[in-house]
């Protein structure tokens, strides 16, 4: 699972430092804010991420009645 905060490009990264291969790669890119599943490829493998399913699917939860103080959800919130 790719946690909130890091890029899709920083999970490769980590993920190529972590097992000592030289070539890894992703299978889509997700928002950095997102958590979520990040198909990843590593060796030969990189070969078959061009036949990987690219649609993605977001779900979001709504909260109203609350506004974040620098207008980004990274921002501290309070009750409107």
């Known amino acids: 699972m790719k ?4 890029t899709s490009h ?4 980590r ?8 070539r890894s790669g992703h299978g889509g890119t997700l928002d950095p804010l997102a958590i ?5 490829a590593l ?5 078959l991420i061009d036949f990987l399913p690219s649609d993605k699917t977001y779900y979001a939860e709504i909260f109203l009645g609350s506004y ?13």
């Open 3 to 6: 946690p909130p905060g890091m």
């Open 10 to 13: 920083d999970v490769v990264v």
């Open 15 to 22: 993920i190529r430092r972590l097992t000592r291969v030289k």
């Open 36 to 40: 979520g599943v990040l198909p990843m």
């Open 43 to 47: 060796g030969q493998a990189c070969r």
């Open 68 to 80: 974040h103080k620098n207008g980004h959800v990274s921002g501290l919130g309070s009750a409107a």
